[in-house]
């Protein structure tokens, strides 16, 4: 039901812009977030869309990188500037039919369903 794309290999201080459709009608959804996950490490929360415009980001991506809902193309985004090669991950789009309680948003278990992944690789 969710598909991740827009990934790819950027320069240091490049940008991309992932994009995750939602087959089933973005309305059939809530909360949808993205996580990330480098080789060898957990599964890492980066931003969440709980509702009506209510947003929360890491640490390590607030400032640089937004999260964004179009109801209207079935489609959320997440536009990354100012890259890091510590940002090198693959991203995976999540949802929750439900919107997801503030203290659970950053944990994967919260949501149900996950789309395939993207591959950002940032070069030094």
């Known amino acids: 039901q969710l598909q991740a794309s827009g990934g790819g290999l950027v320069q240091t201080g490049g940008s991309l812009r992932l994009s995750c459709a939602v087959s089933?009608?973005?309305?059939?959804?809530?909360?949808m977030a993205w996580f990330r996950q480098a080789p060898g490490k957990d599964r890492q929360f980066v931003a969440v869309?709980?509702?009506?415009?209510?947003?929360i980001y890491s640490d390590s991506v607030k400032g640089r990188f937004t999260i964004s809902r179009d109801n209207a193309a079935n489609t959320l985004s997440l536009q990354m500037n100012s890259l890091k090669p510590e940002d090198t991950a693959v991203y995976y789009c999540?949802?929750?039919?439900?919107?997801?309680?503030?203290?659970?948003?950053?944990?994967?278990?919260?949501?149900?369903?996950w789309g395939q992944g993207t591959v950002v690789t940032v070069s030094s």
């Open positions: 869309y709980r509702s009506m415009g209510s947003v």
């Open positions: 999540a949802a929750k039919k439900n919107r997801v309680i503030l203290s659970a948003a950053r944990t994967p278990g919260s949501y149900e369903i």
């Open positions: 089933g009608g973005i309305d059939s959804v809530t909360s």
